[in-house]
C-alpha cells in the first residue's frame, strides 16, 4: 500500500534537545497508528536504513508524525528496520457512543508497508522492530 503525504507531516524536532536515552547499538520496536502510516506514511521494507522521528509516548517508542498538542518532542533515529508487524485493533465502546482502542489482536509479520491489509478500519498499528546506534528516548 503506498500512503499519501509527506514523511514528516508538520511534527516539530528540536535539533538542539535530545530526550534521554542510551548510546551503543539497540533494538528497539516502534509503534506506529495506522491512521499516520495512511496520511503521511512512507514505503518501508524490512532491511531499509529509515530515519524516524522517535518519540517516548505513553509508556513507548512511537514514530511521530504529527504535533499532538502536548508537548511531546520526537528526535531523529537513524535505524536499520529488521521486522514489521500488522496488529488489527480491537474496539470497544463507552455507552455504546464513543469509540476506543480496547487492545489489540494477534501481530501478523509482513515484510512491507505495502503489505497492509486493506481495511476502512484504522484502528490498527504497525511495529517496526529497528537496530539503531542513535540514543532512543526514554521515560524522563
Avoid at 534537545?17 to 524490512?46: K, N
Avoid at 508537548?71 to 531523529?76: E, K
Wanted: proline share 4%; with cysteine; glycine share 12%.
Amino acid at each position: 500500500m503506498r500512503s499519501r503525504g509527506s514523511s514528516n507531516c508538520g511534527v516539530s524536532v528540536s535539533g538542539s534537545e535530545r530526550l534521554s536515552g542510551s548510546a551503543g547499538t539497540a533494538v528497539a520496536e516502534v509503534w506506529l497508528h495506522g491512521w499516520e502510516q495512511l496520511c503521511c506514511g512512507p514505503l518501508r521494507r524490512v532491511g531499509d536504513v529509515a530515519v524516524m522521528q522517535i518519540a517516548y509516548r505513553n509508556d513507548r517508542l512511537t514514530e511521530q508524525r504529527h504535533e499532538y498538542g502536548d508537548g511531546t518532542l520526537s528526535q531523529a533515529v537513524t535505524a536499520t528496520i529488521t521486522g514489521i508487524s500488522w496488529l488489527p485493533g480491537e474496539v470497544g465502546w463507552t455507552s455504546g457512543v464513543f469509540r476506543y482502542i480496547s487492545g489489540f489482536g494477534e501481530p501478523v509479520t509482513i515484510t512491507s508497508t505495502e503489505e497492509v491489509p486493506k481495511t476502512d478500519d484504522t484502528s490498527w498499528v504497525l511495529i517496526f522492530t529497528i537496530d539503531t546506534d542513535d540514543p532512543l528516548p526514554g521515560a524522563n
